[in-house]
């Protein structure tokens, strides 16, 4: 007898992905850290989580309550010296810059020595005149070089006090009707992540910038901060409403899949999906208008861990705790 071959055909890889599937689907999953996950059979229900896993995951909650929030414009800028904290260092004498003082960065004070011009007069020597700074401040620009040929009423210096540093920002035109001046700011920048400034709308520029379709708004800090400089990229949060007294939740808390937003409810070792509708954000806290109540606590850090283990319908076997 002649031996049968086997036929290869079209529909044995598509048996073999069957079986594989099922393998996976019948198979328990393994927790590393104590436990096995059941695949559960219809509607997700709660994740059950042994007291090693939770310890393993790391899990950490916060209570949903009262929190003052605010809902922000979203506003990008950058940190500046105002206008009124400038000043420019100009020769009153047509010249040459013989001597050089001061370099980008220093500090000065009111009438300090910055450069010196020999006059194109006839003389021996030529007349010369010191250039001196019209207020104190710190160097930001300086066009002038020993042998340079000046003309008078030329900026050779340009001086700023970085202790008064202001926020440029840009109100696109669609926004301008929200910002006014007076309003209460949160600033927030990228070279110190984290950390908040507060302050105020200063002034609106009466012109629309055609190109941009934007209006530049001077932001007033409220207080210093010697590590900031000019130039550093700035974001703004301008108050458009304040609720003292929101019910609202840690952002990190609320998860957002499928166009759906929920939170992570904690009830000893049990963690509940709740679909929640969020209302303002400040970045650090998101008002929750529906969903929870206080007292709920949220999973604030593993939350993730727990939506993997959420979506396979897992469950702790009993005993692995």
């Given at each position: 007898m002649t031996p049968t071959k086997a036929i290869a055909t079209p529909m044995a890889p598509l048996l073999a992905a069957g079986l594989a599937l099922a393998a996976c689907v019948l198979t328990p999953s393994a927790w590393p850290h104590g436990g096995q996950i059941e695949i559960a059979q219809g509607p997700k229900g709660p994740v059950h989580l042994s007291t090693q896993q939770i310890r393993a995951l790391d899990v950490r909650t916060a209570v949903a309550g009262p929190h003052a929030l605010a809902e922000l414009l979203q506003l990008n800028g950058q940190l500046r010296v105002p206008p009124g904290a400038q000043a420019d260092a100009a020769s009153r004498i047509a010249g040459q810059v013989v001597a050089v003082y001061v370099q980008v960065g220093d500090t000065v004070r009111a009438g300090q020595r910055l450069l010196r011009v020999q006059s194109r007069l006839?003389?021996?020597?030529?007349?010369?005149?010191?250039?001196?700074?019209?207020?104190?401040?710190?160097?930001?620009?300086?066009?002038?070089?020993?042998?340079?040929?000046?003309?008078?009423?030329?900026?050779?210096?340009?001086?700023?006090?970085?202790t008064r540093l202001a926020v440029l920002a840009r109100v696109y035109e669609e926004d301008l009707g929200k910002v006014r001046v007076g309003q209460p700011v949160v600033v927030t920048t990228l070279a110190f992540p984290g950390e908040r400034l507060g302050g105020r709308v200063q002034r609106l520029d009466p012109v629309l910038d055609p190109d941009s379709r934007t209006v530049a708004a001077w932001i007033e800090l409220d207080r210093a901060d010697a590590r900031l400089r000019p130039n550093l990229f700035a974001r703004v949060g301008v108050v458009l409403r304040e609720d003292?007294?929101?019910?609202?939740?840690?952002?990190?808390?609320?998860?957002?899949?499928?166009?759906?937003?929920?939170?992570?409810?904690?009830?000893?070792?049990?963690?509940?999906?709740v679909p929640v509708r969020t209302g303002p954000s400040d970045g650090q806290f998101t008002q929750i208008d529906d969903g929870l109540v206080p007292g709920d606590v949220v999973v604030v850090q593993g939350a993730g861990e727990i939506y993997t283990q959420w979506l396979s319908g897992g469950a702790v076997r009993q005993g692995s705790d």
């Amino acid at each position: 007898m002649t031996p049968t071959k086997a036929i290869a055909t079209p529909m044995a890889p598509l048996l073999a992905a069957g079986l594989a599937l099922a393998a996976c689907v019948l198979t328990p999953s393994a927790w590393p850290h104590g436990g096995q996950i059941e695949i559960a059979q219809g509607p997700k229900g709660p994740v059950h989580l042994s007291t090693q896993q939770i310890r393993a995951l790391d899990v950490r909650t916060a209570v949903a309550g009262p929190h003052a929030l605010a809902e922000l414009l979203q506003l990008n800028g950058q940190l500046r010296v105002p206008p009124g904290a400038q000043a420019d260092a100009a020769s009153r004498i047509a010249g040459q810059v013989v001597a050089v003082y001061v370099q980008v960065g220093d500090t000065v004070r009111a009438g300090q020595r910055l450069l010196r011009v020999q006059s194109r007069l006839v003389g021996d020597p030529p007349p010369s005149v010191d250039i001196l700074a019209p207020r104190g401040g710190v160097v930001q620009t300086l066009d002038a070089r020993v042998g340079q040929g000046v003309e008078p009423g030329v900026p050779l210096v340009g001086l700023g006090d970085p202790t008064r540093l202001a926020v440029l920002a840009r109100v696109y035109e669609e926004d301008l009707g929200k910002v006014r001046v007076g309003q209460p700011v949160v600033v927030t920048t990228l070279a110190f992540p984290g950390e908040r400034l507060g302050g105020r709308v200063q002034r609106l520029d009466p012109v629309l910038d055609p190109d941009s379709r934007t209006v530049a708004a001077w932001i007033e800090l409220d207080r210093a901060d010697a590590r900031l400089r000019p130039n550093l990229f700035a974001r703004v949060g301008v108050v458009l409403r304040e609720d003292r007294q929101a019910l609202a939740v840690p952002t990190a808390a609320v998860i957002e899949a499928d166009g759906t937003r929920f939170v992570f409810v904690r009830q000893g070792n049990e963690f509940a999906r709740v679909p929640v509708r969020t209302g303002p954000s400040d970045g650090q806290f998101t008002q929750i208008d529906d969903g929870l109540v206080p007292g709920d606590v949220v999973v604030v850090q593993g939350a993730g861990e727990i939506y993997t283990q959420w979506l396979s319908g897992g469950a702790v076997r009993q005993g692995s705790d």
